[in-house]
């Protein structure tokens, strides 16, 4: 098979290969599934391959590479073609045909009652797809997205970029979820060379954090502005030798060369944001300028709407007011627009690949593309191919265990934010940002305590509720509160420094520096016997801590057994309250699930 056919047989579509399994009611992959190859074809094939040495096998799966791999001998639901058959034939897994099962029941009975005992085929159908093949409509970037129907198929197409310790291994467990979406300015692939410069190592020029809460029902997506001014941490990279190189940090420079300059890889980006954020970054996804183009045709368009009508020079846009289904190049000019809306800053065009990337997850989510196989044929096949992830996800197994987790999210409750900023005041005539101090903080902090910005006023509520629970009852005097300090956080010295304001401002003699944490952690926790819950509580009215740090044990104290305080990003400094439930500052948000005009 050429490269134009992969994944086909002849000219059958693509979509037509995925059957239904009766057994499990999913569709799977079945290449040549009808069974019903001509004679000649068939004879041709069978002449190719005893030329090679190999006998042919058109109904093994294909790997990365385009091979077949063998049938499993040992597997006796395995399926090869009879001596009388006209030409290659693939049966549904399960018993052989006409052969009893252990229930005595033939494969034909077995269908029949599965046939009767199922829901309708819609119904059955839409299931079966969701969980094999569009479980989730995700962010990619530079304003695309992407749903994975991540087949087995589709696992030679991914790229990975070992970024050591800057993320997780992890892939779906307990605990909030953030990845980093980058999209880069490299101008690779048919077309792209035109763009800007074409000899662009690839910056970090769009950037999501995607921030998945604990239990899975909501998510803020921020965005963070190429051009905000920053401090980039030293950071590792893994070489293509095997060896490890630090790339020195740098100072006051923009946010994009986190990527690219100077060698520095993902990982120096993910860095980065977890020094301005307090945020450990889990997993990231990159992907170019081509990614826009074939996963916006791949779902067959985009919807955008335009309050006017726009006329790009610079990014070729040219599209009426009101709504427009575009793809491919111009999806790419959507995206890369910038004086056409609002103040014509790369804060405004944040603001329209937003709005892009919404309409994508909607029309990802849609009947349309969850009951088509074929799109998701080609959209799985184009995600695939355009994404760069961590080696904590760099397979088709943990991306699908991934996308399992983010598909549980309703779009209503998919914010889009953008990192609150300011215009540079070391600049005469600003063209740079900073960090907004007030604003930041307060975003920050609700995404570290994974408060959701859909639900702010339900969920302070709540851990009101769960603080006055917590917090109710007997204090222990200060000079009976013992407690050992770790430092997770971010703030060198920070456990020591602590001590020293415990035991001098606040009269708290037992109080024991314990060094650095065994691991970073993103919030301060106070983990108690029941027993010493009265300490808990004084402890927590001294250091300003929200119910959700305190974390009781099941089993009580013993003799001097101290209660062990470890400090996490949310760390300001000794005598600086750990604030409670997050409130959500003053900032513009939209909503996945709604359709904005670009103005």
């Known amino acids: 098979m050429d490269a134009h056919s992969r994944g086909r047989a002849d000219d059958i579509d693509p979509a037509d290969q995925w059957v239904l399994n009766p057994q499990t009611g999913n569709y799977e992959l079945r290449l040549n599934h009808s069974g019903r190859e001509s004679s000649g074809a068939s004879r041709a094939a069978n002449r190719h391959n005893s030329g090679s040495g190999r006998e042919s096998r058109p109904g093994a799966p294909l790997d990365g590479s385009g091979r077949r791999d063998a049938p499993n001998r040992a597997d006796p639901d395995s399926h090869r073609a009879g001596p009388d058959s006209e030409g290659p034939r693939r049966e549904v897994p399960g018993p052989r045909r006409g052969r009893q099962a252990r229930d005595g029941r033939t494969q034909e009975h077995r269908v029949a009652a599965a046939r009767r005992t199922r829901r309708s085929p ?60 980058i999209g880069t300015d490299k101008r690779t692939g048919a077309g792209n060379e035109g763009y800007g410069d074409k000899g662009s190592a690839g910056h970090a020029d769009t950037n999501i954090l995607f921030h998945v809460s604990e239990d899975r029902t909501n998510a803020t997506a921020m965005s963070i502005p190429r051009d905000l001014m920053t401090e980039i941490p030293d950071c590792t990279t893994k070489q293509p030798d095997g060896s490890e190189k630090v790339i020195p940090g740098s100072q006051n420079v923009r946010f994009n060369i986190s990527l690219g300059q100077e060698g520095r890889d993902p990982g120096c980006t993910m860095r980065t944001v977890k020094q301005i954020t307090g945020l450990s970054v889990d997993h990231f996804m990159m992907v170019d300028f081509n990614a826009v183009k074939t996963l916006s045709t791949a779902v067959g368009g985009v919807k955008v709407c335009l309050a006017r009508p726009v006329k790009d020079p610079d990014s070729h846009l040219d599209l009426p007011a009101g709504e427009s289904t575009i793809q491919g190049e111009d999806a790419l000019a959507f995206v890369r627009t910038r004086h056409s809306f609002g103040n014509k800053s790369d804060l405004d065009r944040i603001k329209i690949q937003q709005q892009f990337i919404g309409s994508m997850i909607r029309q990802m989510k849609s009947d349309d593309t969850l009951t088509n196989p074929s799109k998701l044929f080609k959209l799985a096949d184009a995600a695939t191919k355009a994404l760069t992830v961590d080696s904590g996800i760099g397979s088709i197994n943990k991306l699908t265990s991934l996308a399992k987790e983010l598909g549980k999210i309703d779009t209503k409750n998919i914010s889009f934010v953008t990192m609150p900023v300011v215009d540079n005041p070391a600049e005469p005539e600003p063209i740079t ?41 007997d204090r222990a005097a200060p000079a009976d509160v013992r407690v050992d300090v770790l430092n997770g956080g971010d703030i060198a010295g920070a456990a020591g420094a602590t001590v ?48 959700t740090a305190l974390k009781q044990g099941s089993t009580d104290a013993e003799g001097l057994q101290a209660m062990v305080l470890t400090l996490g990003a949310d760390f300001d400094g000794a005598g600086v309250p750990i604030t409670g439930p997050a409130t959500a500052p003053d900032i513009p948000k939209a909503s996945a699930d709604k359709a904005e005009c670009a103005k």
Do not use: C, H
């Open 122 to 181: 819609k119904q059955r159908r839409k299931k079966a797809l969701l969980w094999t093949g569009g479980v989730l409509a995700f962010v990619i970037v530079a304003g695309s997205t992407g749903a994975y129907a991540l087949y087995q198929k589709f696992n030679g197409n991914l790229d990975t970029i070992d970024v050591g310790d800057a993320g997780s291994k992890s892939v779906a467990g307990d605990g909030p979820l953030n990845i980093l979406i």
């Open 433 to 473: 940002v900073v960090v907004d101090p007030a604003k930041s903080k307060q975003l920050f902090a609700m995404m570290r305590s994974d408060t959701s910005l859909t639900e702010v006023k339900k969920q302070e509520k709540a851990a009101k509720s769960k603080q006055e629970a917590v917090l109710e009852g």
């Open 500 to 547: 020293t304001w415990l035991q001098n401002e606040q009269g708290v003699p037992k109080s024991t520096n314990k060094a650095n944490a065994p691991a970073k952690i993103d919030r301060t926790t106070l983990a108690y016997a029941p027993n010493q819950a009265d300490q808990a509580r004084a402890l927590a009215d001294m250091m300003g801590l929200p119910a």
